[in-house]
Structure formats: structure tokens, C-alpha cells
């Protein structure tokens, strides 16, 4: 039994275009909310629904994003994000491409972790994508992104596709106690 544990806050992002896309948003949250160890979610974005980018030919997107208060490594977060996406029957066929749901561990404190292919942090592209940056700055619009020392709402400010993210619901909120916006 440790007595007293070091918490991190990280921010997830959440993504689906299969499917009943809320509902497997709301999965992943309540999943994430079960995490092993002392995880909590601190803070939900509000819903935002987006063109696809990169392969087109799918259906739009529902994004949000998800804070975090873990005890858990970074890498150990990563390996329960990606065994929710298998539960939830993520399939990579496509770079890209249509999926129940896309968890990506955005920020990890204001650590920089690099252990390539798959664990990168901060996600290398989310200053990039206004599908991210917008529900980002929901509930981290002042925290200042480790490797550009800019705050999430100047990197949301300068970034193009602002246009195709629409805000499509202001809570996320089921009847669960586990999370707040």
C-alpha cells in the first residue's frame, strides 16, 4: 500500500465516426474513469463534430477531449487507451480512416516523452489539427504546450480548419457521477 502518490493530469483525445459515435464517447470516458490505480476524470470538453481529414471518404467525426488525474506512467496510460479502443472494436485499416474510437494521450503534465513508434508526447500533430485544439481549449485553453511554450489557445488561434469544427453538444454528461465538465 503506497501512502501517498505522485498525480499527473493528462489530456486524452476522444474520437468516433462509426457507429453511435456518443455513445462510444461516453464508453471511453466511463472506461477511463475505471482505470486501475487512482485515475479520476477531472474535466470533459463539450462534443464537437468534425470533417474527416486526411482519408475523406468517411463520416464525420464526433471529438472531445478528456482530463485526467492519474497515477499511472505515461506508457502505462497509453497501453489501457489502447486496449478501450480494442474493447470498443477499433479496426486500423486505414491511416486515418473510420473508427469506433481514437484515443490519443495528448499531454502528459508538461513532460516530453519520446519512446517512438508509439509513445509520443505531446501528441506530435495536435498542433495541426483544429479538431483537437478546439475541445482542448475547452478545458486547457491556458496551459502551455512543453515544446512550443504557447498556450493551447494561441496554437488554436493560428491553426487552419477552425471552420469544419462545429460544436455539436455542450456536455457529455450521462447519469455518472465520475465525471464533471
Known amino acids: 500500500m503506497r501512502l501517498f502518490a505522485i498525480m499527473a493530469k493528462a489530456y486524452i483525445a476522444l474520437g468516433s465516426n462509426l457507429g453511435d459515435r456518443l ?10 474513469a ?24 468517411q463520416p464525420n467525426f ?39 474510437i481514437d484515443l490519443d494521450l495528448l499531454l502528459y503534465d508538461q513532460q516530453i516523452i519520446e519512446q517512438p513508434p508509439t509513445l509520443i508526447v505531446p501528441h506530435p500533430r495536435m498542433q495541426d489539427r483544429a479538431f483537437v485544439l ?10 502551455i504546450h512543453p515544446v512550443f511554450t504557447k498556450t493551447i489557445q494561441a496554437l488554436y488561434e493560428v491553426v487552419s480548419g477552425k471552420e ?3 460544436c455539436y453538444r455542450k456536455t457529455l454528461r450521462r447519469d455518472y457521477e465520475g465525471f464533471v465538465n
Open 23 to 32: 455513445s462510444h464517447l461516453s464508453d471511453a470516458i466511463e472506461a477511463i
Open 34 to 57: 475505471s482505470l486501475p490505480e487512482e485515475t479520476s476524470v477531472i474535466g470533459v470538453s463539450s462534443i464537437y463534430e468534425t470533417k474527416p481529414v486526411g482519408y475523406l471518404d
Open 62 to 100: 464526433l471529438n472531445a477531449v478528456l482530463v485526467i488525474s492519474t497515477d499511472l506512467k505515461a506508457d502505462r496510460l497509453l497501453t489501457h487507451l489502447l486496449a478501450i479502443e480494442q474493447q470498443q472494436k477499433r479496426v486500423r485499416s486505414i491511416r486515418n480512416g473510420p473508427r469506433t
Open 134 to 143: 478546439r475541445p482542448l481549449c475547452d478545458v486547457a485553453a491556458n496551459v
Open 164 to 166: 469544419d469544427v462545429i
